[in-house]
């Protein structure tokens, strides 16, 4: 909170987190339990943006909620929460088994809901009989949610039948941290990137459709897609070159991510649907400007002609237009690195303001509920 009110952070983590885009903790411990962060090595290039000393790690060796590990780890959190008794628990999430232990703090507990609705292909999921008990209990039992945008909150509101006095917003701020483990691993010019899990709500195959377009007046353009998961379409239909379209089919380590954006002219997000989006603000980490889809919530973290710029979902054509733009056109010679700089670390977008809007929202955690 940089000052403005002290924190402890806990970071949960399980066994099939150990390897993810943030973190690499293999070397994490083979008990459960909770430990400082500064006893994990692979926490420790933290250390340069958050205060390490008041931060700690909470240790799964089981996945299974049900383990008796988890059951016993259940216990030891909340002793843990006792002892430091603070006025207010932001949970990074809904509450389900393995944090069970928070409804006996409801009234101090804001928890975070950053997917308020599905993305296409994932409905099957929130409709499953213990997603909608958790969901349940979590509106029944927990004063205040908290969004990161404003444009779903009545929406939101009406889905699960609660108040809007109860429901809290707040935004992301650049995802500074990857500026700090930065490796040696891409330093090839790339004029477009996208990244993130390969699924289908994303709009690669609009992409795909769209770099096309750009070839025809830039025959030399770079595209480059990285990460895991699989394609729902036949990559070599679309007949371009390995020249120009690279693909990385895999998970990416954090340090070789943050080296593809840094090597990134434009970072391109082509979603069909949306909320905001982490990939915008690991832009933003290294001041790169982005194209995205005007869905969701993201015209609320991309100002179209002074962050990146906006373009009509679904729509190819425009889609290639702005990336051209950015070859031929007026932003090709505007000073994206300064003006994405003035606003997300000068103006309203940076942290330090972030911060002082959230101590607000934690100030109504202990409101009585309409």
């Not at 390897?19 to 903790?25: E, I, K, S, V, W």
């Not at 008794?85 to 944090?99: A, S």
């Not at 390969?198 to 770099?211: N, S």
């Not at 949306?274 to 980490?285: N, P």
Request: charged content about 20%.
């Amino acid at each position: 909170m940089n000052g403005h009110a002290e924190c402890i952070y806990l970071c949960d983590v399980y066994p099939k987190l150990y390897r993810a885009t943030a973190l690499d903790l293999r070397d994490a411990p083979d008990d459960a339990g909770i430990y400082p962060m500064n006893d994990i090595s692979g926490m420790r290039s933290f250390s340069d943006v958050v205060p390490i000393e008041r931060c700690f790690v909470i240790s799964r060796v089981s996945n299974h909620p049900f383990h008796p590990s988890n059951v016993i780890l259940q216990y030891k959190l909340l002793k843990f929460i006792l002892d430091v008794n603070p006025d207010v628990i932001h949970f990074n999430n809904l509450i389900y088994f393995n944090h069970f232990y928070l409804f006996l703090f409801r009234s101090r507990v804001l928890i975070s809901i950053h997917d308020p609705f599905p993305h296409s292909g994932e409905e099957d999921d929130a409709q499953s009989v213990i997603s909608k008990i958790y969901r349940y209990l979590n509106k029944k039992l927990v004063n205040k949610h908290l969004l990161y945008n404003d444009a779903m909150v009545d929406a939101y509101a009406r889905s699960r039948g609660i108040a809007k006095n109860r429901i809290v917003t707040s935004r992301l701020g650049p995802y500074d941290y990857l500026r700090s483990i930065r490796g040696s691993f891409y330093t090839n010019k790339i004029d477009f990137l996208f990244f993130g899990r390969i699924q289908k709500y994303k709009g690669i195959d609009l992409l795909l459709e769209a770099f096309k377009i750009v070839l025809e007046k830039a025959p030399n353009a770079k595209l480059l897609i990285a990460g895991s998961g699989s394609f729902w379409f036949d990559l070599d239909s679309f007949s371009i070159s390995s020249d120009n379209l690279i693909i990385r089919n895999s998970f990416i380590p954090g340090p070789e991510l943050a080296d593809m954006i840094d090597a990134a002219s434009v970072i391109v997000c082509p979603y069909r649907d949306a909320t905001q989006s982490g990939v915008v603000m690991s832009a933003y980490a290294f001041c790169k400007p982005v194209v995205v889809t005007d869905v969701g919530a993201l015209r609320e973290v991309v100002e179209d002609g002074v962050t990146g710029l906006v373009v009509p979902p679904n729509d190819a054509q425009s889609l290639a237009l702005a990336m051209l733009d950015f070859i031929y056109g007026a932003s090709s010679q505007f000073d994206w690195h300064a003006s994405i700089h003035r606003h997300f670390y000068e103006q309203t977008g940076s942290w330090d303001h972030i911060a002082k809007e959230l101590l607000l929202n934690y100030q109504k955690v202990g409101e009585n509920p309409s």
